[in-house]
């Protein structure tokens, strides 16, 4: 019998364009239950998860984000990076905080956030949404902060917008097996290069032949272009260090 989880996970698509519809309150709560069920590094629960309702505010980040279709989805959540509950237990127990302040934890914190996104994107695929997740709330770390009044030992992760797709978007083939999973270490396969270029072929058809936004791209010519044409975001490592993480 087949696995209708991993099925949906097979199918995943970023959705970018929503109908006028929006998520009720009981389809809000049921992604935070599936996010709260999310694994969490030793139990520290290090994040916590903001709806955006006023429109101000998500056209605020549909601009720093540059991608305003976001307002039209259903629903909008930041993913947030959250120390600061656990400091509150710090203080009240006498404890010295620091650790809360180190590399490690908050790179637990970016861990418990990423998983819990995902748990969020996974339930609203199967009750028939579309999810799309914006790394791109990174590109004004500091105005995010201010706009969403973040709290010392917090950091803005994550994006995610939820909704009833407008559109189903063509599914992006990935990297093949080869070239990503290893058994006890890592290995560059020995063909890696005609791997790559048999890859390569795949994802120009995809993007040749796709139903909206096609264009001539291989994935090596996407990596380099990732590299040399992507907005570059210097501030976000100072942006951190501004709310008392990674300080050591």
């Known amino acids: 019998m087949e696995n209708p989880i991993l099925g949906l996970m097979n199918e995943h698509r970023s959705i970018r364009k929503f109908k006028d519809k929006q ?21 520290s629960q290090q994040y916590s998860i903001i709806s955006v309702t006023d429109p101000d505010i998500l056209h605020e980040i549909g601009g720093l984000t ?41 790179l637990a914190s970016v861990y418990d956030a990423s998983i819990a996104t995902q748990n969020m994107v996974i339930a609203a695929e199967g009750m028939g949404l579309g999810t799309t997740i914006m790394g791109s709330v990174l590109n004004n770390s500091r105005h995010l902060i201010e706009l969403l009044h973040l709290p010392e ?19 992006k083939p990935r990297l093949p097996k080869e070239l990503m999973y290893f058994q006890n ?6 063909n890696f290069h005609a ?3 048999d890859y390569n072929k795949v994802v120009a058809n995809y993007y040749n032949s796709r139903d909206t936004n096609n264009k001539k791209m291989t994935f090596s010519e996407h990596i380099v272009d990732e590299l040399t044409n ?19």
């Open 153 to 171: 030992l917090t950091f803005p992760l994550l994006g995610l917008a939820v909704g009833y797709p407008a559109e189903i978007p063509d599914l």
């Open 195 to 197: 791997k790559m270029a």
């Open 230 to 248: 992507r907005m570059e975001r210097p501030d976000v490592f100072e942006s951190i260090q501004s709310q008392g993480l990674m300080l050591n």
């Open 185 to 190: 270490g890592y290995k560059v396969p020995f």
């Open 66 to 106: 540059t991608r305003h279709w976001m307002e039209d989805s259903g629903h909008y959540f930041v993913i947030i990076a959250d120390q600061y509950r656990n400091l509150q237990l710090a203080k009240e127990a006498g404890v010295n905080p620091k650790m809360l302040s180190s590399t490690d934890k908050f």
């Open 23 to 43: 998520l009720t309150q009981k389809q809000v709560d049921q992604l935070i239950s599936a996010a709260q069920h999310a694994a969490t590094s030793t139990f």
